[in-house]
């Protein structure tokens, strides 16, 4: 069965400060991949997606990520975090010839320190 | 334009109650998603429905759960009997066809149980 393992469970930074969040999937096929954000009190988001292609893929506000298939991983970055990214990330894969649903991670809150 | 929409936003019922949580997919989205979040079991698949095929159940955690989903648009989850552990966030989501889509996510029904 699919599953996404998202290692950190709470991080913290400063403002400015790097950021890479670890996910790794496992799977035996081709899949998608994504990363949601939910910020306090909204719902869950869009950041970025990998189908295809060049696996570096880059999303909104800055975010990144890179697909190695050979680690089975899709690591979210950022450069620089603001207070405003402050939220909770999630990681999930979808197998494309399925019905769609996401397996998701159990997240990572981000806390970012003003 | 219009998002998805979920009601009630929260709902607070006696363990034993049947409750019915609805979900307004965007307009001319034929994919439909159910999802649970929970504490310590983060984002589950719960049922998908596309279009006028038969429904994906293959999440649903017991029969106390069912799903419908009337003239390809709004779906309606109900919980019979409802339990403790079924308090958690429910949320929907909805996409343009399937697997390679982006699927967008409504605000959730906070469900508690008491």
């Known amino acids: 069965a699919q599953s996404v393992s998202q290692h950190n469970h709470h991080v913290i930074l400063s403002e400015a400060a790097s950021l890479e969040l670890g996910c790794n999937y496992s799977?035996?096929?081709?899949?998608?991949l994504f990363w949601y954000v939910q910020y306090p009190g909204q719902h869950l988001q869009l950041l970025l997606k990998?189908?295809?292609?060049?696996?570096l893929v880059k999303g909104i506000k800055g975010f990144e990520a890179e697909f190695i298939k050979s680690k089975f991983s899709f690591n979210l970055r950022k450069p620089s975090v603001q207070w405003s990214d402050t939220a909770e990330y999630f990681c999930?894969?979808?197998?494309?010839?399925?019905?769609?649903?996401?397996?998701f991670g159990k997240g990572t809150k981000l806390s970012v320190k003003p | 334009g219009a998002g998805v929409s979920q009601s009630p936003s929260n709902k607070v019922t006696e363990k034993g109650k049947d409750v019915e949580l609805r979900c307004d997919p965007i307009?001319?989205?034929?994919?439909l998603y159910w999802y649970r979040q929970s504490l310590g079991q983060g984002l589950e698949f719960l049922i998908y429905?596309?279009?006028?095929?038969?429904?994906?159940k293959s999440g649903l955690p017991s029969d106390r759960f069912s799903a419908e989903r009337t003239g390809g648009s709004v779906s309606t989850l109900t919980i019979q009997r409802t339990q403790q552990e079924d308090s958690a966030v429910y949320l929907c989501?909805?996409?343009?066809?399937?697997?390679?889509?982006?699927?967008?996510f409504g605000p959730g029904t906070r469900l508690t149980v008491l």
């Open positions: 799977y035996g096929g081709t899949v998608n």
């Open positions: 990998y189908f295809s292609g060049d696996p």
């Open positions: 999930a894969v979808n197998a494309p010839r399925g019905t769609g649903n996401l397996i």
């Open positions: 429905f596309q279009g006028n095929s038969a429904p994906d």
């Open positions: 989501a909805s996409n343009p066809e399937r697997g390679t889509d982006t699927q967008y």
């Open positions: 307009s001319g989205h034929t994919a």
